[in-house]
């Protein structure tokens, strides 16, 4: 089916403006998605209305923010087909989800020559909190390498994992190069040794349909940000019996059962995990933004992203001087490039001036970059409201800078 994009389009008040004299079209949904008018609504609404401090309230306002706060959770349990609301932690973001697992179930459980398991392909969230804890436990951090295309070696990660691999931390989706890694089969290899594998999903909940108990992973990072939702909040999933035996992340109201100075006892999961007042608004606003990808579908948003990265990838491939980084056959709609004996940094400033919004740089994946011998790239990455004509307009714009050094 073929998908209403202008309707869409009408949802987010932000894609009418101009930039720079130039109808803006945005290709920088992997750094962030925009807005539909639900989700802004909501927030306004929620201010407007029913703001108190949840679960603890006895009256009707505290009553209200507590059920619609847990409605939100409700969604994302459906929405990443988890067992049960437990399973789901609010934190701010992805790098807070990681750094969660990281300071909780990696302080108890990682130890002395233990190994933990990450990709070439990693976001600088997914590499430095493992970093720190190694450093501090005396573990060993280990990288499966990639091939050109930027998929990871498959022969690679199977003789990296071990006994001694305690947890493999992978990204589902790579933000710099689009590469959807095959997570099923790594997290049923980890399982053989034992492992835990934490999936890093900031890119791939907005594209792919995510089903942790098909997966089996035993956490999920994401962030709502990247799924039509508020910037500085994200969600930490997982298996009910490892949040169990994890100790608290942060210590405050909200995660006790009860305190006293010689002895305090820990709340049930997820409030364990849960410190201090969260961000209540924008877990309620939240919702809408499932609920927008929920009415159009997962497999519609899929199809027309496909669409459109085929589209641009067939045109961007015909310009003389077009550099493209990452070709794994199986992508989200994310194309990164660089143009011959051009900066991508200028690339993206020239762009810019047409109104076209891309991401330059290394998209903090260093190693990465380092890997391909290069400084950075131009990132053009692509969402549900996204047209074949704004990318005719990208694919115009790159050929004519291109031309300026590939004549
Ligand atoms: N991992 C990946 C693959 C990402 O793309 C991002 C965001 N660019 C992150 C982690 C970090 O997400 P956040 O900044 O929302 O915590």
């Not at 437990?86 to 697992?101: C, D, M, P, R």
């Amino acid at each position: 089916m073929s998908l209403n994009i202008e309707k869409i389009r009408s949802m987010f008040p932000v894609l009418h403006q101009e930039v720079h004299g130039r109808p803006l079209i945005y290709f920088d949904n992997a750094a962030t998605t925009q807005k539909p008018k639900s989700v802004i609504d909501a927030l306004s609404r929620y201010y407007e209305f029913d703001n108190a401090n949840i679960h603890r309230g006895a009256h009707a306002l505290a009553d209200r923010a507590t059920r619609y706060f847990e409605n939100t959770r409700e969604s994302i349990r459906d929405f990443i087909n988890a067992r049960e609301e437990a399973e789901i932690i609010f934190t701010k973001g992805t790098t807070e989800s990681i750094n969660l697992v990281a300071a909780t179930f990696g302080r108890k459980f990682i130890h002395k020559g233990d190994e933990i398991l990450i990709s070439t392909m990693e976001h600088h969230s997914n590499i430095v909190p493992w970093q720190m804890l190694c450093e501090e436990k005396e573990a060993i951090l280990k990288v499966i390498p990639i091939t050109e295309e930027g998929e990871i070696i498959w022969e690679s990660f199977l003789q990296l994992l071990t006994e001694k691999t305690k947890l493999v931390s992978i990204v589902h989706a790579s933000n710099a190069l689009g590469t959807i890694n095959p997570i099923k089969n790594i997290v049923a290899k980890a399982h053989e040794v034992g492992a835990k594998v934490l999936i890093d999903g900031a890119q791939s909940t907005s594209h792919l349909d995510i089903n942790v108990q098909e997966l089996d992973c035993d956490f999920l990072a994401f962030s709502a940000h990247k799924l039509y939702g508020p910037t500085g909040l994200g969600v930490l999933y997982g298996k009910r019996e490892v949040l169990e035996i994890m100790p608290p992340y942060q210590g405050g109201g909200e995660m006790i059962k009860e305190v006293s100075f010689e002895n305090t006892t820990f709340n049930e999961i997820p409030f364990k995990f849960e410190a201090g007042t969260p961000n209540i608004g924008d877990v309620i606003a939240f919702k809408k933004s499932l609920d927008f990808i929920k009415e159009i579908g997962k497999s519609d948003i899929k199809s027309h992203e496909d669409d459109l990265l085929q589209y641009a990838a067939n045109g961007l491939n015909e310009i003389k001087g077009f550099i493209p980084v990452g070709t794994a056959k199986e992508k989200v709609s994310v194309i990164s490039f660089n143009i011959q004996g051009m900066h991508p940094f200028d690339v993206g400033m020239m762009l810019d001036a047409k109104g076209i919004a891309v991401r330059t740089g290394h998209h903090c994946t260093q190693p990465l970059m380092q890997r391909f011998g290069l400084e950075g790239t131009v990132r053009a990455s692509f969402a549900v409201y996204n047209s074949k004509s704004e990318i005719d307009q990208l694919v115009e714009s790159v050929a004519r800078i291109a031309k300026i050094k590939n004549k």
